[in-house]
DNA sequence: TATCCTTTGTGTAATCCAGACACTTAGTAT
DNA sequence: ATACTAAGTGTCTGGATTACACAAAGGATA
């Protein structure tokens, strides 16, 4: 194909790349597709691609996410944007990324076209990754974890309905560290971020859990 | 001159553009200068340029706060990336926002060749602004506000050796609110971060202040 | 139907941190 | 000597965070 796009200065290319975050089996994973072409051909890579020159950044992050998991409608905010000259060897290529949040209930994976595979890996197994993704992975890692302590942000990961207990639980997991059941309650009471659907869920032989539902399912609250 | 730089797929231009905050009169400002060629031509805008296809997104962003206002080796921090499509007239433009924090005893200024003029701006008195620049120097107070509360960013606007009244003043302005002397340097010294240099500093009739300075003068800590 | 098992759900006391608040000290000018 | 001005310093109170233990609800089983 001809080189039909000219300019009077060299320009960049521009992708945008998503760390995708979901809690599965008690962990935090993310998201990483096989390449399919080269450069890095066959190794575990974020999710991502060019942006198109008519396309908002936030809306290709959006379609790259759409495209990999097929969710839409979920927790998505830029995180830093990468440029060092040399960090794609085919041209000079800025990277936007971003990270999104995926509730546990909504990681139905459907491999794309351009992937020839996807899948979700531990945070703490990862395999080496093509250009500097695992950079990008640790700094969407450190955000996340800063974030955690100002922000309602871990709600973006619990499903319409859940319990108090499992909303313990994915603090437990995120920070890695048990907490105190009563304690944890009385804060969560004081965010007055959620409310009883009335409902109760009945799991095994034992005292059934009220079930709370978020006030506000879509905003993150900045707390503190 | 021609077309000479041609790709496969169109490229956008991406540039960096930079907010540079410095304590001026007692008032938070920051650096515009006046835009010499189209579009815009002849606004106000935040200074910045377009990368150079080798140069690393943070040494363009340096460069083009050395070329304006002549200083280096000062508080650079990348803010958000903005892509709007139609956030320039000439072309597809990604602009990699960073902002600055100059010390006020550093702000020579020395107008550069490709800007007409340039000049500081008390933050509530700007002037309208070229391309999308209001927001980027909304999301940069927001982001040197929040910043304010659990880091020690606010000692970046401190010449090398300073009284902690110039530091308390330095907080005053930017929160915009009196803060208590006793409670402030109580405060301060729970931080860790200044040391007396044993000096003194006389300004007037009365009793003369202790100086300080930054035990670590180019890093910003999180701070609780 | 009584007992056991498991998870849910709840309160109080102790400690730490943030905010309110006023006077003495050191120097200059008259 | 006296007056003026900014520098420098400590205590008390209220609110928030932490540590900590037992009763309640339901299912399973004997």
Redesign the interface.
Known sequence: ??????????????TTDVVVFTLRDERLQLLLVKRGGEPFKGSWALPGG??D?????ESCAKRELQEETGVSGVYLE?L??F???DRDPRE?V?S?AYYALIPSDRLELKASSDAADADWFPLDELPELAFDHNQVIRIAHERLVSKLS?STIAFQFMPEAFTLSELQSVYEILRNEPLDKRNFRKWISTLDQVEETGEQRRTGQHRPAKVYRMKHPNRVEIIR
């Open positions: 194909m001809s080189q039909k796009y000219c300019y009077q200065y060299p320009h960049p290319a521009v060019f942006l020159i008519d396309e908002d950044l830029q830093f944007t440029g060092k000259p000079r800025i936007v100002y």
